[in-house]
């Protein structure tokens, strides 16, 4: 088994301790990779729900009742010049 470079990816010996083709400390990377991954896991959130998503429909019906209106509105007008 190899170790890769976090850096370029590049793979390397297990016994290596730099990167053949950039030089970065793959051991103090590989800690620091696995340090930042335990974090991540232990500061992980799910996404929340956003509950703002009610008043949507509201509108929706508000305009289509507005629509509805000027669209008879126009309709009796329109009747009218007839």
Same mark, same amino acid.
């Given at each position: 088994?190899? %170790?890769?470079?976090?850096?370029?990816? +590049? #793979?390397? =010996?297990?016994? *290596?301790? &730099?990167?053949? %083709?950039?030089? +970065?400390?793959?051991?103090? *990377?590989? =800690?620091? +990779?696995?340090?930042?991954?335990? /974090?991540? /896991?232990?500061?992980? =959130?799910?996404? %929340? %729900?956003? +509950?703002?998503?009610?008043?949507? @429909?509201? !509108?929706? !019906? &508000? @305009?289509?009742?507005?629509?509805? &209106?000027?669209? *008879?509105?126009?309709?009796? &007008? #329109? #009747?009218?010049?007839?």
């Amino acid at each position: 088994m190899s %170790k890769q470079c976090p850096h370029c990816y +590049t #793979l390397n =010996n297990d016994d *290596s301790t &730099f990167c053949n %083709k950039c030089g +970065t400390n793959l051991l103090v *990377s590989q =800690n620091m +990779t696995q340090q930042s991954y335990n /974090q991540n /896991q232990m500061n992980y =959130n799910p996404p %929340k %729900k956003s +509950t703002d998503s009610w008043i949507i @429909i509201p !509108i929706i !019906i &508000f @305009i289509i009742i507005i629509l509805f &209106f000027v669209i *008879s509105g126009l309709a009796a &007008f #329109l #009747l009218y010049l007839y």
